[in-house]
């Protein structure tokens, strides 16, 4: 059983990045899919989530219009678009699956999780 992102890397400032979290070993959809962040010397951030079922999504402000959270579920695996990044959007990426299947716990960065991934790293520099 595992969560495993990717699709990190390094881009310029305004461009975009697609990152997945794709599943094994469990359904997707039978969680709610969440992707946090940490940069260096900053906090944690609960940047996007996505509920089971109903797929209510839910966005950060610092990521609101510019991030897009959506699932496969034929792939069992839920991406976050990411568009117009910005220098502070720099820090590592990780997704995180929840059986209480909403996003109650990615909106109050909350760490208890069933799954986490490993995290994909996103570099945005000139």
């Known amino acids: 059983v595992q969560l495993q992102a990717s699709g990190g890397g390094l881009v310029q400032p305004g461009g975009s990045l697609r990152l997945s979290c794709a599943a094994s070993?469990?359904?997707?959809?039978?969680?709610?899919i969440g992707w946090f962040r940490r940069a260096p010397g900053k906090e944690r951030e609960g940047v996007s989530c996505?509920?089971?079922?109903?797929?209510?999504?839910y966005y950060a402000d610092s990521v609101k219009g510019r991030f897009t959270i959506s699932g496969d579920n034929a792939k069992n695996t839920v991406y976050l678009e990411m568009s117009s990044l910005k220098p502070e959007d720099t820090a590592n990426y990780y997704c995180?699956?929840?059986?209480?299947?909403?996003?109650?716990?990615?909106?109050?960065?909350?760490?208890?999780?069933?799954?986490w991934g490993k995290g994909t790293q996103v570099t945005v520099s000139s």
């Open positions: 996505i509920s089971s079922s109903v797929y209510n999504t």
């Open positions: 995180v699956a929840d059986s209480w299947g909403s996003c109650a716990k990615v909106v109050a960065n909350r760490g208890d999780m069933d799954y």
């Open positions: 070993g469990f359904t997707l959809d039978d969680y709610a």
